[in-house]
């Protein structure tokens, strides 16, 4: 069983940084893909940008040339750097999992983005 712990939330004011940063430990075996959800009040969970073992990255149009998604291997580690935040980016992020292409996501416990001024 893979467990992630997301951590790096807050509250930021608008135009701000942060970094969100996910571990996995456990039976983690091999990695198809890393990636990064949020959910804001009252809206459906959403994908925001994804990584695969290959390197390629995918992102939500809303977030693209303001986050930036990347991984360390050896750490097991993902990372969500997220610039220029706005208000509509507050959410719970929470940090997910594929094993294999077919594996049901393993998700983190989340961690509350705020940004607000």
């Known amino acids: 069983q893979v467990q992630l712990v997301e951590s790096g939330g807050g509250l930021v004011q608008p135009g701000g940084s942060l970094r969100l940063s996910c571990a996995a430990s456990?039976?983690?075996?091999?990695?198809?893909?890393q990636g990064w959800y949020r959910q804001a009040p009252g809206k459906q969970r959403e994908l925001v940008a994804l990584?695969?073992?290959?390197?390629?990255?995918n992102y939500a149009d809303s977030v693209k040339g303001r986050f930036t998604i990347s991984r360390d291997n050896a750490k097991n580690t993902v990372y969500l750097q997220m610039d220029s935040l706005k208000p509509e980016d507050t959410a719970v992020y929470y940090c997910?999992?594929?094993?294999?292409?077919?594996?049901?996501?393993?998700w983190g416990q989340g961690t509350q983005v705020t940004v607000s001024s």
């Open positions: 990584v695969t073992s290959g390197g390629s990255t």
């Open positions: 997910t999992l594929r094993a294999r292409p077919t594996s049901p996501l393993a």
């Open positions: 456990g039976s983690i075996g091999t990695i198809y893909a």
